[in-house]
């Protein structure tokens, strides 16, 4: 079974700090995601990577950043939280050139 | 008009009914087309993939792709209390890079 992790299922930051968020997954995929999800809006692609190093900007990448130095591991960086970044958090990986997606247990990040 | 359109609902059914699951996307989707399943709090889980046009069925699951007409359906025959969920289509889209959501259609099945 495919399976990924986040580093955290609740996290309380304040106004300003820098927040990272860690998503590992352990099926060698090369593709992983970062979304956000929030009522009525659904969900929202903030960054993607192809591979080790690699990244691209989806649809919401204002206010964050990536990193994805080992395959297995993506992490997602708030450099300054905001309260309009209070949300839901999933990360997604995928083997490349297949379809099916697979997400992580998720994040719900409260910024105060 | 939004890459993957689906009705938010909440669509209603009694237990052992068939829920009727629909979605509708854009030019600028491929015909790849995944629904996933959400429970609240939870994270989406995969638990249908359709690539052809036809019918594909899993269980008491069948998908629908009709590529004339730009949808997608998802069927669940004998819907249970436990199938109450809100359902999640997405396609592929950015040249087969990336999935794209729709809003989510919320299920409740009923005693």
């Known amino acids: 079974d495919v399976k990924v992790t986040q580093s955290s299922r609740y996290l309380v930051k304040r106004t300003g700090e820098k927040v990272f968020l860690e998503c590992v997954q352990d099926?060698?995929?090369?593709?992983m995601f970062w979304y956000r999800q929030d009522p009525g809006l659904g969900l929202r692609l903030i960054y993607f990577s192809y591979d080790v190093k690699m990244k691209e900007k989806g649809d919401i990448p204002e206010g964050y950043s990536v990193s994805r130095e080992k395959k297995e591991r993506f992490s997602l960086i708030l450099e300054s939280a905001s309260t309009n970044q209070t949300s839901m958090y999933l990360c997604?990986?995928?083997?490349?050139?297949?379809?099916?997606?697979?997400f992580g247990p998720g994040t719900r990040l409260t910024v105060l | 008009q939004k890459e993957v359109e689906q009705n938010s609902g909440p669509l209603s059914v009694p237990e052992g009914a068939i829920a009727s699951l629909n979605c509708t996307y854009s030019d600028r989707v491929s015909q790849s087309f995944f629904w996933y399943r959400q429970y609240s709090g939870k994270s989406p889980e995969l638990i249908m993939s359709i690539y052809s046009n036809g019918d594909k069925e899993d269980g008491r699951f069948t998908a629908q792709l009709n590529k004339a007409s730009q949808y997608v359906s998802l069927l669940i025959r004998d819907s249970q209390p436990s199938d109450s969920a809100t359902y999640l289509c997405a396609g592929l889209t950015g040249g087969g890079n990336k999935l794209t959501f729709g809003t989510g259609t919320q299920l409740k099945v009923e005693l």
């Open positions: 099926m060698d995929h090369e593709n």
């Open positions: 997604a990986s995928r083997l490349a050139g297949a379809g099916e997606q697979f």
